[in-house]
């Protein structure tokens, strides 16, 4: 069956070579085995509800469609389930190869403004999901336990060392207020 | 008298900031089947894989082994009730002992703080150290509070058994370690399509788009009522817990169509079995209840109030 609305060919004037062999350095080493069977979309719950379609970004990486792969916002649906992962026959591991693209795409600065904000949050506080409210605690206390657990919310120190780490590899600079999101 | 087992409690971020009846059930939990947990002093997030793992590789790898050298000094085995920071930790403590690269870049960071990894120690989940360490049928003459008639529906999640070819645990297909564990307490399994799909909160989706990871959830919960409904969800991972309960009041927001089941960790169901008061571990704290200000189905879950 094919679609009533007209498709545009894939432009491929500038392919970027290099894109394949940063995503293969970045965690994703075994794109090239991917022989484009589907399996992966096939079994993927984010493509069964959006248009993410790890097929197509796959393909779209090994034509050197740098840009098209690190931009899309849809790069962002997958859940990491690794579904695609067990049942790909090529063991291509298309999970591994979505976090490389994206790990290039962060590089590249494409971040979401509220990713950017998880990250700052453990880079301030040692977790994610830290515990920034006294009704957390007071919710601990209900429980019988002590308000503060003993993990980096009780130890500042753990703090200053994930700072000197993201210092060190720069995810600080990566993860920092751009001035454009300042307004 | 055998020594008992240690592990070092590796407690994440929502365990202890978000649902901390996890954390006092599994402390019962353990102490019953005579196993000790360890303070981990200072382990920071995981860092959660999908989302670290996803913006920046090195430093993912770097922060997790810094937790991992936390347990490194006295070589006691970690453990963790959450498949993410289990993901976190044992794919780090897995790459880290096979890729030279990787560890070379890591330990040039944990440098700066005077850390070093060294591949000592093993990485293990609260499922792990209850069916391997405790076993089935230590856990089955704990129980003193059968589910007799309890209609469990599982979530196992993803990143305890996916890949399931580098992790070894189980065939992800076809999980048995989750439904044998909840069996020992008398409950009854409820079979349901979408039981082995993800909640949908992973890999930073429910920070990039919360609609879209809720619609995975809807999802769940909609195959469970097809399947005839269940009187529980039970999962090994507080993340899930998180979007299937809170998830509840946000679906209602969301789509409008409101859903009313009770979740469990794994840890919450046994303390249950094993006979503590549902307030001695605060069930009725779950986010759901507190937001709803409403309580648990108390006898759908068998307990008499």
């Known amino acids: ?183 | 008298m055998p020594k008992r087992p240690a592990f070092y409690h590796f407690l994440g971020c929502i365990i202890p900031h978000r649902y901390p009846s996890i954390e006092k059930a599994t402390r019962l939990v353990f102490e019953d089947l005579d196993m000790d947990l360890l303070d981990m002093e200072g382990a920071t997030c995981c860092p959660a894989p999908g989302v670290f793992g996803s913006f920046e590789r090195i430093t993912w790898a770097t922060i997790a082994a810094r937790n991992l050298t936390i347990a490194e000094e006295t070589g006691h085995p970690i453990t963790t009730g959450c498949n993410g920071c289990f993901a976190s930790l044992w794919d780090a403590n897995y790459e880290l002992k096979h890729d030279e690269d990787l560890r070379e870049a890591v330990n040039a960071g944990l440098k700066e703080i005077d850390r070093e990894f060294k591949g000592t120690i093993e990485v293990t989940h609260y499922v792990d150290a209850l069916y391997n360490t405790a076993g089935l049928e230590k856990m089955r003459k704990r129980v003193v509070r059968p589910m007799k008639g309890v209609r469990m529906a599982l979530h196992p999640g993803c990143h305890f058994m996916r890949p399931k070819l580098l992790k070894k645990k189980e065939d992800s297909e076809r999980p048995h370690i989750l439904k044998d564990i909840s069996l020992t307490t008398g409950g009854e399994y409820v079979p349901y399509k979408d039981e082995l799909m993800c909640c949908g909160a992973g890999g930073a989706v429910r920070t990039a788009d919360i609609k879209i990871a809720l619609d995975f959830t809807k999802q769940k919960f909609e195959s469970i009522q097809a399947a005839g409904g269940a009187d529980m969800i039970v999962t090994p991972c507080p993340f899930c817990e998180l979007q299937l309960d809170l998830g509840q009041v946000e679906i209602e927001k969301h789509f409008g169509v409101k859903f009313e089941f009770d979740v469990l960790h794994i840890s919450e169901l046994l303390a249950l079995a094993f006979g503590h008061d549902p307030d001695e571990f605060g069930l009725d704290t779950h986010l759901q209840y507190m937001q709803r200000k409403t309580e648990p189905h108390w006898e759908q879950l068998g307990i008499k109030r």
Request: with cysteine.
């Open chain 1, 1 to 183: 069956m094919t679609s009533a609305e007209e498709k545009p060919p894939i432009v491929l004037d500038e392919p970027d070579r290099e894109f394949v062999e940063m995503i293969k350095r970045t965690g994703g080493p075994n794109i090239q085995s991917c022989y484009q069977c589907g399996t992966c979309s096939g079994s993927c719950p984010a493509g069964a509800r959006t248009n993410f379609l790890v097929r197509g970004i796959i393909r779209k990486a090994l034509l050197g469609m740098k840009q098209e792969c690190i931009s899309a916002p849809e790069l962002w649906y997958c859940t990491t389930c690794y579904t695609c992962t067990d049942r790909c026959p090529q063991d291509v591991k298309p999970t591994d190869v979505i976090k490389a693209i994206r790990n290039i795409a962060v590089q590249e600065g494409y971040m979401l403004q509220n990713h950017q904000k998880v990250a700052q949050k453990v880079l301030e506080t040692g977790h994610a999901v830290p515990l920034d409210k006294e009704s957390w605690q007071k919710l601990r206390e209900k429980v019988g336990l002590e308000p503060i657990p003993p993990n980096a919310s009780r130890f500042p120190e753990a703090i200053a060392d994930v700072v000197k780490i993201a210092k060190k590899t720069h995810f600080d600079k990566l993860v920092e207020d751009k001035d454009e999101d300042e307004e």
